[in-house]
């Protein structure tokens, strides 16, 4: 599967930012998904993750009350609805599938990676 994230900029602290990923080549629905991101000179770490079906999601701490994950597969799309930005999610945002794990909360789990997207939230 070859996955392309899009949607990224340029947002004041307390802005919205809605990110895309789509998804080319296998069945979509084979694969759970995942948010990832990384800031500078930080690991990457998980944002949020999503089952085949998209009944199950899952988010990190730091973001839980925020972003809302959702997947549509008759699009072969994922989206992350990202509300009332931080200047800490200032990262580079990567989506990421996986058949390895319903609901896989590590990136060894993923397989396929898309090119990243840049957030960047000034104060």
């Known amino acids: 599967v070859q996955l392309q994230a899009s949607g990224g900029g340029l947002v004041q602290a307390g802005g919205s930012l809605r990110l895309s990923c789509a998804a080319s080549?296998?069945?979509?629905?084979?694969?759970?998904m995942g948010w990832f991101r990384q800031a500078l000179g930080k690991e990457r770490e998980l944002v949020s993750a999503?089952?085949?079906?998209?009944?199950?999601?899952y988010y990190g701490d730091s973001v839980k009350g925020r972003f809302t994950i959702s997947r549509d597969n008759a699009k072969n799309t994922m989206a992350l609805q990202m509300n009332s930005l931080k200047p800490e999610d200032t990262a580079v945002y990567y989506c990421?599938?996986?058949?390895?794990?319903?609901?896989?909360?590590?990136?060894?789990?993923?397989?396929?990676w898309g090119q990243g997207t840049q957030v960047t939230v000034s104060s």
């Open positions: 990421a599938a996986s058949t390895r794990a319903a609901v896989p909360t590590s990136s060894e789990q993923y397989e396929y």
């Open positions: 999503i089952s085949r079906s998209g009944r199950t999601t």
């Open positions: 080549g296998r069945t979509f629905s084979s694969y759970a």
